[in-house]
Nanobody
């Protein structure tokens, strides 16, 4: 069973920064895709950023230029650096890993941006 453990969420003022971390219970090389999703109250879960095993990254248009996804292979950890945060970024952020047709999720970490 795969475990994904997120950390780094919290309360930040608009314009501030946070870095989320996602520690996987096994090598991140074993996944086809890893990424971050978010879900605000009353909305559907949406993709924020992801990367493929081949290193191709993808960002939601709303976060391009502000968020950066990265990984530390030695630590089996994926990061999401979030800069210039806005109130609209307030949501629960989930780490995601995909291996073929199997999807894995972390428990989520709350990010609240005060305006």
């Amino acid at each position: 069973q795969v475990q994904l453990v997120e950390s780094g969420g919290g309360l930040v003022q608009a314009g501030g920064s946070l870095r989320l971390s996602c520690k996987a219970s096994r090598s991140i090389f074993s996944f086809n895709v890893m990424g971050w999703y978010r879900q605000a109250p009353g909305t559907e879960r949406e993709l924020v950023a992801s990367f493929t095993a081949g290193g191709i990254t993808n960002y939601a248009s709303s976060v391009k230029g502000r968020f950066t996804i990265s990984r530390d292979n030695a630590k089996d950890t994926v990061y999401l650096q979030m800069n210039s945060l806005m109130a609209e970024d307030t949501a629960v952020y989930y780490c995601n890993a995909v291996k073929y047709d199997l999807w894995y999720w972390g428990q989520g970490t709350q990010v609240t941006v005060s305006s």
